[in-house]
């Protein structure tokens, strides 16, 4: 049976995987409310104003690391139910895996505005990480079964 890594990863399916990823950060903007959904929607849209393409390429670069970060989920999920359940059963540690791999990539990029907006966001990120883990879930779960 294909890792998680050999499936999410595979030349066949990255097109169709980034383009899923790339809809799930749209949809998890798009439904923030309130004052910290405001901020959400402005340090996402002054992050593609910096780079129209930084979304994308964050999707490119950061998505082997995600997933090399939720493979120990997955192989503890075992094909039990949905996995989106699963990980907001764990979330702090979901989150806290994904999260570790956008620091890091924080930690040495040259842009220092990414680097300026990340930092105001940081603080609320888990939070907003647990909130996708379900849509996540759901979109490895396709992916792979």
Same mark, same amino acid.
């Given at each position: ?6 499936? /999410?990863?595979?030349?066949? *399916? ?23 959904? /405001? ?5 996402? %849209? ?28 997955? *192989? ?17 540690? %979901? ?32 939070? *907003? ?6 849509? /996540? ?9």
């Amino acid at each position: 049976m294909p890792t998680l890594s050999e499936v /999410l990863l595979s030349p066949a *399916n990255l097109p169709g995987v980034h383009a899923d990823l790339r809809a799930l950060i749209d949809a998890e903007v798009a439904d923030k409310t309130g004052p910290s959904g /405001l901020a959400v929607k402005g340090g996402y %849209a002054a992050v593609k104003k910096v780079s129209p393409s930084v979304i994308d390429d964050a999707v490119k670069s950061l998505w082997p690391k995600y997933v090399t970060a939720l493979e120990p989920l997955w *192989n503890r999920w075992a094909g039990a139910g949905d996995f989106g359940a699963f990980l907001a059963s764990h979330a702090d540690e %979901a989150a806290d895996a994904l999260l570790g791999v956008t620091d890091e990539r924080i930690a040495v990029t040259s842009k220092q505005a990414i680097k300026k907006v990340y930092s105001t966001m940081r603080p609320s990120a888990k939070k *907003n990480v647990i909130a996708a883990l379900p849509r /996540l879930g759901a979109l490895v779960q396709k992916w792979s079964g």
